[in-house]
């Protein structure tokens, strides 16, 4: 079959030949139609991921979206959404994956290949991060930190589809925020010199946009986390998912204890199988519905060195490449 191979870890993939996969008793086999791509290929294909090394020739690729060939209960030719657990085995940029039986799940009808394998990591990680983690309730406010990627995107939506009252998102880039629409109440540019930025800045922009937030969902951590803190209501939530501007925070811990406030970690590589499905088919049903309109760019697998640098370099969309 047609792949995307990582011969050296740390090295782009290219497109090459690889071996069938073989059929195996508890996995399906599935016919590759559109494959996602996502941060943690690139950390995973770079041996620095901390749950361990690929060991090469090795095909990267944690979700997609594709059409049951054999195995499993559902009949071949179901339509579904594959996922990878652990990555660390070969993925779905290829013609052909297999996934174990329960990482295999139906679409719903009217959401298409592109769509459906876009949304699976980051529609879940959102949705989980928002409403278990975070404990989002009806008509609460969410401050969304670095609302312009991928994982961004889906916060900002399903955050609005759980029923927040008021979702600011922040991120570095205005036309990018601009084209969040209405999903999002309020949009804060984040000043890019971040680390000698006013520290009363962001939380005074919040405030006048409604006041302090329930809830902080974080993907960038760095100089913006001592910044976004104070806008956070007394008892309010943080939640981190990302350090995508720095892997250290100074954080204000006057303002941690006075206010009460709970700092949370939250990590989709963290939660079972079965959660994962159950949330990808909430996810599913809400991009359906047009709930989740993520930015998707295609391309085909054989530009895949092309889609690899330009997810290192932050696309602003999510990256799908099709077999
Ligand atoms: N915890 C979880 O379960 C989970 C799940 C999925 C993803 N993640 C993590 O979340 C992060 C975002 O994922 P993604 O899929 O949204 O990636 P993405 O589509 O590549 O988006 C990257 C985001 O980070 C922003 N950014 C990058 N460098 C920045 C910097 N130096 N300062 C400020 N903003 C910066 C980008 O802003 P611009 O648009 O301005 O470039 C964009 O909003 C990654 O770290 C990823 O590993 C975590």
Redesign the pocket.
């Known amino acids: 079959m047609r792949a995307a191979i990582v011969n050296q870890l740390g090295r782009p993939p290219h497109l090459g030949e690889r071996p069938d996969p073989v059929e195996r008793p508890g996995h399906t086999l599935v016919r590759v139609t559109a494959a996602a791509l ?3 290929d690139l ?1 995973i294909a770079a041996g620095s991921h901390p749950a361990g090394a690929p060991t090469v020739p090795f095909v990267p690729g944690v979700e997609g979206a594709g059409t049951v060939v054999s195995g499993g209960s559902l009949p071949a030719g179901t339509r579904v959404r594959v996922a990878v657990p652990g990555g660390l085995v070969d993925g779905t940029l290829a013609e052909l994956v297999s996934v174990p039986d329960g990482a295999c799940l139906p679409l719903p009808p009217g959401l298409d290949d592109d769509l459906a394998a876009a949304v699976g ?2 529609g879940v ?1 959102a949705l989980l ?1 928002l409403r278990t983690e975070a404990g989002l309730r009806p008509g609460e406010s969410v401050l969304v930190l ?7 995107q889906a916060l900002v939506h399903t955050a609005r589809a759980l029923g927040a009252g008021r979702v600011a998102a922040a ?3 205005p036309h ?1 925020l601009g084209a969040l629409g209405a999903a999002a109440d309020t949009v804060l540019v ?1 000043d890019p010199d971040s680390a000698d930025a006013d520290p009363g800045r962001l939380a005074a922009q919040v405030s006048a946009i409604g006041g302090p937030v329930d809830v902080v969902v974080d ?2 951590w ?1 100089p ?1 986390a001592r910044l976004a803190q104070a806008a956070l209501r007394p008892g309010g939530r943080w939640v981190n ?5 720095g892997g250290r925070a100074e954080l204000d811990a006057a303002v941690l204890r006075h206010g009460h406030l709970r700092l949370r970690g ?4 963290a939660l079972p199988p079965e959660q994962v499905a159950a949330g990808y088919r909430e996810t599913a049903a809400l991009a359906a519905s047009g709930a989740l309109p993520l930015a998707v760019t295609t391309r085909p697998l054989a530009e895949v060195a092309e889609a690899w640098a330009a ?1 290192a370099a ?3 969309a ?1 990256l799908v490449l099709r077999p």
């Open positions: 996502n941060p943690v950390h990591v980051v990680s991060a670095g609302a312009t990627g991928g994982l961004g991120g570095r880039d990018r984040l993907l960038l760095g913006h998912l990302g350090q995508t501007a939250f990590s989709a590589a997810q932050s696309p602003g999510k």
